[in-house]
């Protein structure tokens, strides 16, 4: 099996990781957010642990990469509570969708702190991507568009994390960066949860800990994909957790999703399937 598709597995897999993930989290109820991301990264961070300790890896990085880590995980934390916030309030697949605007975040991050050149094809599918959202939150500027509101901007703190990731490449195994991240979550989140814990049913506490287990497949799964093949190149399969989420919301949740919003999901997969497109087009070109 070549690398590339390697990668393509990898990248359903996360995908349908993360889509169970929220799918656990939606199940378990009136649980505080900060108490649910408490879960799903202390799991995370456990797991990491086995795998930075097998692999007799330093627990936090290396002292020259402090700072990125340490915005890595602040941004990513940041993200994944206002993605739970939003998958708690919204139907499942709109939550989701809005939350995949962090790959056309990062470009615009990219570009401005990284100073990465953007090509236009970027910017007009970064442009199509955002007018989806419009179609998905429906403004209407009220108290409604708080979910919504909570869901875009855990795209933006979840591309700023992607572009800290950028800076970072190599210079970390991705099992320590995501032991920094779920440790640096956990010890900021436990006191509040400590102080205001709200005690949870059994079903709550398996629903909870298998959000957090199939969070870690996700998030193992996306970074070991792109270590086989470059983003451009295959993270329009990334965007099959949409399909997840749809059948998950219709099949247990009975949340079908509005004609404006499925308008918007295709604004939003086209512009990625756009991008993709042309990279690989211009892939091909510099081959050939």
Avoid: C
């Avoid at 108490?35 to 627990?59: C, D, P, W």
């Avoid at 602040?74 to 939350?99: C, E, K, P, R, W």
């Avoid at 855990?154 to 991240?181: C, D, P």
Wanted: glycine residues 8%; without cysteine.
């Amino acid at each position: 099996m070549s690398d590339r598709n390697k990668g393509i597995l990898l990248l359903l897999l996360s995908a349908l990781g993360f889509s169970l993930m929220a799918m656990f989290v939606k199940l378990s109820g009136a649980v505080p957010t900060i108490q649910k991301t408490l879960f799903r990264n202390g799991i995370s961070m456990f797991i990491a642990l086995g795998f930075v300790l097998y692999h007799r890896e330093r627990l936090f990085g290396k002292k020259e990469n402090q700072k990125y880590l340490l915005l890595r995980s602040a941004l990513g934390m940041t993200g994944v509570l206002l993605n739970f916030y939003a998958i708690d309030h919204l139907v499942l697949s709109d939550a989701d969708m809005l939350n995949k605007m962090s790959p056309f975040i990062t470009i615009i991050f990219a570009a401005i702190f990284l100073k990465e050149y953007v090509m236009r094809f970027q910017v007009v599918s970064v442009i199509i991507a955002f007018l989806g959202t419009l179609f998905i939150i429906k403004p209407v500027f009220n108290l409604d568009m708080v979910p919504y509101a909570a869901g875009i901007l855990s795209a933006f703190f979840a591309g700023g994390a992607y572009t800290v990731l950028r800076v970072l490449g190599n210079k970390e195994q991705f099992y320590t960066v995501v032991f920094y991240f779920s440790f640096f979550s956990t010890v900021i989140l436990l006191p509040p949860v400590i102080l205001f814990y709200q005690p949870m049913s059994g079903l709550q506490w398996l629903y909870l800990l298998a959000a957090g287990v199939f969070a870690t497949v996700g998030q193992f799964g996306i970074t070991v994909a792109y270590k086989f093949a470059p983003a451009k190149e295959i993270s329009i399969f990334f965007y099959s957790t949409v399909v997840y989420s749809g059948i998950i919301s219709i099949a247990l949740f009975g949340q079908i999703p509005d004609i404006w919003s499925i308008l918007g999901y295709l604004a939003i997969f086209g512009a990625s399937f756009y991008m993709f497109l042309r990279n690989n087009r211009d892939l091909k070109e510099v081959k050939e």
